[in-house]
Nanobody, 120 residues
Framework: QVPLVESGGGSVQPGGSLRLSCSASGGTYRASCMAWFRQPPGKERERIADISGDGITSYTDSVKGRFTISRDNAKNTLSLEMNSLKPDDTAMYFC??????????????WGQGTQVTVSS
């Protein structure tokens, strides 16, 4: 059973919006740091947003002010609201969960990814 399942990806024009969701059906991550990563074609995977077990969020500079990460512990889901999308946001997007509540550790549970393509 896949621990995390992403959804909500798709194709959108520059300036558009998408909302990604991550269902943690394979486990309970309420106290864990959870994060969104992305991997553009031909590039390494990078962490773009995370939320700690107690709700503290952080973002990489390239998405700050445009993306919002949130979690619904009652539904065991993680979301990423993406606005003002740019072609450089084109990537496979993954959600991940950490062993710990703090976001300074490594991530052990991963989804299979959802593709986001931003193009006119």
């Amino acid at each position: 059973q896949v621990p995390l399942v992403e959804s909500g990806g798709g194709s959108v024009q520059p300036g558009g919006s998408l909302r990604l969701s991550c269902s943690a059906s394979g486990g309970t991550y309420r106290a864990s740091c959870m994060a969104w990563f992305r991997q553009p074609p031909g590039k390494e995977r990078e962490r773009i947003a995370d939320i700690s077990g107690d709700g503290i969020t952080s973002y990489t500079d390239s998405v700050k002010g445009r993306f919002t990460i949130s979690r619904d512990n009652a539904k065991n889901t993680l979301s990423l609201e993406m606005n003002s999308l740019k072609p450089d946001d084109t990537a496979m997007y993954f959600c991940a969960a950490s062993f710990f509540g703090s976001c300074t550790g490594s991530f052990y549970a991963w989804g299979q990814g959802t593709q986001v393509t931003v193009s006119s």
